[in-house]
């Protein structure tokens, strides 16, 4: 009896050896990032009734963070891109994300022109025939890093056109949302 109750115990000891084995293993080696990060990605996927998704990578550059999209899906035309709040793509109308990213308190603008604007303001994505939009647009004033970093919050990508307009632009419904996260530099 005693052998059988070592056996048991012995048993029970080696799988609970392995089992935190295997919790290592599964975690992999420890993440260390050196430094600020320099890159960050966010991968759209598309809200109720929708077909538009894609990838947008935003990194540092000489003069600001350079923005580059590639998304598919949508509806040939002009479609308000931003960021927005939070990095929360759970809802299925893509409303989790909040509202534009604005930790300056501006008011809504064209990046592309001087003046007030939402930091999250990007302006349009224009699709092709094929439902097609790129994007590649360096901006000096989105920040990686720092008080203000985009790394978390969310992006959206609407159903109409950014005329920016008060106060957000009536870009209707929301098409696609993603989450910026931090990517492996390059």
């Known amino acids: 009896?005693?052998?059988?109750?070592?056996?048991?115990?012995?048993?029970?000891?080696?799988?609970?050896?392995?089992?935190?084995?295997?919790?290592t293993l599964a975690q992999g080696p420890a993440m260390k990032m050196e430094g600020e990060p320099?890159?960050?990605v966010a991968v759209l996927i598309p809200t109720k009734d929708s077909k538009a998704a894609g990838t947008i990578t935003f990194s540092k550059a000489d003069k600001g963070t350079r923005i580059q999209a590639e998304v598919t899906g949508l509806a040939p035309g002009k479609h308000g891109f931003h960021i927005h709040e939070f990095g929360d793509a759970?809802?299925?109308d893509g409303k989790a994300a909040g509202g534009h990213f604005n930790p300056r308190g501006k008011a809504h603008g064209d990046p592309s022109k001087a003046g007030p604007r939402h930091l999250g303001d990007l302006g349009?994505?224009?699709a092709d025939e094929s439902g097609k939009a790129?994007?590649?647009l360096i901006d000096p004033d989105l920040p990686l890093t720092g008080p203000t970093a985009i790394i978390g919050h969310g992006v959206v990508v609407h159903e109409k056109a950014d005329d920016f307009g008060q106060p957000v632009g009536?870009?209707?419904?929301?098409?696609?949302?993603?989450?910026?996260?931090v990517a492996?530099?390059?």
């Open 1 to 23: 009896m005693r052998i059988r109750s070592l056996a048991i115990a012995a048993m029970a000891a080696g799988a609970v050896v392995a089992s935190a084995t295997m919790a």
């Open 38 to 40: 320099t890159r960050a």
């Open 90 to 92: 759970s809802s299925p």
């Open 124 to 126: 349009n994505l224009v």
């Open 134 to 136: 790129t994007y590649d």
């Open 170 to 181: 009536n870009a209707g419904g929301r098409v696609a949302v993603g989450v910026i996260g």
């Open 184 to 186: 492996k530099g390059m």
